[in-house]
């Protein structure tokens, strides 16, 4: 079977298997390339399907899969970085769907259960994401450790992965996550309740400051001092905040920290060669949340710069991440 396609038996979104319809790039039909069915959009967490980046798995053992995604060449907010490079942060979002795939469809997460992301990073290959104006289709491979059950139910693991484009290393990466019932859910987030909590965002940074061009996609707004915003939760953004929940998704917390490092580096358009998020704890959307940005001392090759990122809410660290942006001629 091709990996393009779905695994052949996968667990419904009721819990029990459903044989697979057999759909991939080739079984579309049409003049032309069709591009790939994706997964079904409850097995990553997402509302749209359009924002669903996988489009298969295959089971090599156990704990070893091969998972297919596409990354769109003209994604509404993943879009090409520093001149023509597809954007690495779709590969985090990569990273966390597959994560949350292989719990549903492989290690018998139930539906409704909740995901804790704990720390996502990547490390790309610059010279094999070139975006080129064509979509990107991916075959990941993903290994399955520290794996932790809770009777037969998964409870959480860490996944390594392997990007790999036309049999080329694109990038590597991995993430650690957590599992939760419905019933624990609810006891660890207490008076949060999805939908609550949604202020007026506040007033966005330039977006040329931080790398963008639309003030909608800007996620930090001013504040006192040198390389310090208010983080900018906008509940409307229909990517970051594509479906309903009860705080700051990850995702918000990486684009952050790739927005603070453009200024504080003073590179709107630059390329994150590595970046590594740790997500400390839940971030509300109803409290102020301060986010900094430190350029480390020392480069590395190629004069790469390495920058710290930080956020505090409630007086605790709740985020932190390192990027390191690629020479200026990336």
């Known amino acids: 079977m091709s990996t393009s396609a779905f695994q052949t038996e996968r667990a419904a979104p009721g819990g029990a298997a459903a044989a697979d319809t057999g759909t991939s790039a080739a079984g579309c039909g049409g003049a032309g390339p069709a591009e790939p069915a994706t997964v079904p959009k409850e097995f990553v967490h997402r509302s749209s399907a359009a924002e669903v980046v996988l489009t ?49 469809a492989e290690f018998g997460v139930p539906i409704g259960h909740q995901f804790v992301v704990w720390d996502i990073g990547i490390a790309v290959h610059p010279e094999h994401l070139e975006a080129g104006g064509q979509s990107a289709l991916l075959d990941v491979g993903v290994r399955c450790t520290q794996v932790k059950r809770r009777g037969r139910v998964l409870s959480g693991m860490r996944i390594e992965t392997v990007f790999r484009r036309d049999g080329n290393i694109v990038a590597t990466g991995g993430g650690s996550l957590s599992c939760l019932s419905p019933a624990v859910y609810r006891r660890v987030r207490g008076e949060h309740l999805p939908g609550g909590g949604r202020p007026t965002p506040a007033r966005p940074a330039a977006p040329r400051s931080v790398g963008r061009t639309s003030p909608s996609d800007v996620v ?44 504080a580096i003073g590179r709107p ?28 001392p020392g480069t590395g090759a190629g004069d790469e710069q390495n920058v710290l990122v930080t956020a505090h809410q409630n007086g605790e660290a709740v985020f932190r991440a390192t990027v390191t942006a690629g020479p200026h001629h990336l």
């Open 56 to 104: 298969g798995w295959t089971r090599k053992d156990d704990t070893r899969f091969t998972v297919t995604a596409r990354w769109p060449h003209d994604h509404s907010f993943f879009t090409p970085v520093a001149g023509g490079y597809h954007d690495p942060l779709i590969g985090c979002e990569t990273i966390r769907q597959a994560g949350i795939l292989l719990g549903h």
């Open 220 to 263: 930090l707004s001013p504040a006192d001092g040198t390389n310090r915003w208010q983080l900018r939760a906008d509940t409307r953004h229909p990517v970051l905040f594509e479906h309903v929940g009860d705080h700051v998704p990850g995702m918000v917390l990486a684009e952050a920290a790739r927005q603070a490092t453009a200024a």
């Open 269 to 296: 358009s630059y390329l994150p060669l590595r970046i590594a998020n740790e997500f400390v704890r839940y971030v509300e959307l109803d409290a102020p949340c301060t986010v900094e940005a430190v350029l480390l």
